[in-house]
């Protein structure tokens, strides 16, 4: 008998966003998600534990969208993750970006694929969406919105 594996996702949802630049926690005040201002530097957050089933190739991506413009965001997806039973060290990172990516007006948009490269089960991940609007690369000009990320893996049978 042998082991088959099967491509399963999940969405992880952000706990929450910090406008770094004032200071300020932004609230979800709509459908679209969590506002990333335009002219701040913002960090969404987000955290689970590697699913038990999970044996190798997990990889996720930021779930982005832009209301009333297509144009690029300067942005960087980072997964921050220990061992079960670990403090929060943070042993392990691996990081997308900084870079510009572009966002397709009204779409949400996943971007910023991350594939951490040393991983366990049960592993607690912290993971972290960084947006720097004050960046020129940065062509928005507007508010981006941000649900969360987008998690795929193959699982055990």
Known sequence: QYLRTR?????????????????LVIGRTGTNGF???DNKVSYAYGDFFLPADWVRALSFKAVV????????????????YVADGEGPSWSH??????????????WFT?????TPTV????????????RDAT???DTLGSTAYF???????LADN
């Open 110 to 114: 996943w971007i910023q694929q991350v």
């Open 35 to 37: 506002a990333l201002p």
């Open 119 to 130: 991983l366990a089960t049960n592993d607690h991940v912290c993971l972290r969406y960084m």
């Open 135 to 137: 960046n020129v690369l």
């Open 7 to 23: 491509t399963r996702k999940f969405f992880v949802a952000t706990n929450g966003v910090y406008n770094a630049t004032d200071g």
């Open 65 to 80: 969208s832009s209301s009333g413009v297509s144009a690029n965001i300067y942005s960087s997806n980072i997964a921050y």
């Open 93 to 106: 990172t691996d990081t997308v970006g900084p870079a510009a990516v572009a966002l397709t007006d009204g």
């Open 147 to 153: 649900l969360g990320w987008l998690v795929t893996y």
